[in-house]
């Protein structure tokens, strides 16, 4: 939900009070609710299986969850936090976060971010120039996979098939080993 003024500015955005979080998108800041358990260990699971797989493969991209800040048009407009953010390109990143789109972005749905995920979010990542948008909803069991370079219709995965990852040809992630110990 918007916060209370009319129009914000990146400046607003990196005033906000200490352990208050927003993201700042086309001037409102929206409230983050704090994440529940299972969002925080999928957080957690998927970061570290897209990190093990760069590093056993030698990868130079970069794993970086949330809270991270992410300037996706790099003209300091809008803020957001992924979920989980993968960098490849180091030139992005700045002592604030990332400056530009981050090459495969995870959002884990949670009730108060549904429509913003599904929707405001999935505009916004297409056209600032993400590679690739996993929606992982764990209340429906499933994933939505958006591979924007290719510019095809999003693929729906039930958490229990192997999801393959896009920009890593070999690395399939299959959401409900993940919470095996959930």
Known sequence: MP??????????????????????????????????RIHQQLVMELSGSVRDYIKSNHGKCLVYPAPFAVNLD???????????????????LTDRGCSGAPDLIFEIVSPSSRRMDYNRKNTLYSDAGVREYWIVDPAKERVTVYHYEDDAA???????????????PGLTIKINDLLENY
Request: charged residues 30%.
């Open 3 to 36: 916060l209370l003024k009319n129009h914000y500015t990146s400046e607003d955005y990196w005033n906000l009070p200490e352990g208050d979080r927003a993201e700042l998108i086309d001037g409102k800041l929206y409230d983050m609710a704090p994440p529940s």
């Open 154 to 168: 999003p693929v729906i995965y039930p958490f229990a098939q192997d999801i393959p990852v896009g920009i890593y």
């Open 74 to 92: 790099a003209d300091d407009k809008d803020w957001v936090e992924p979920d989980i953010s993968v960098i490849c390109d180091p030139n992005k």
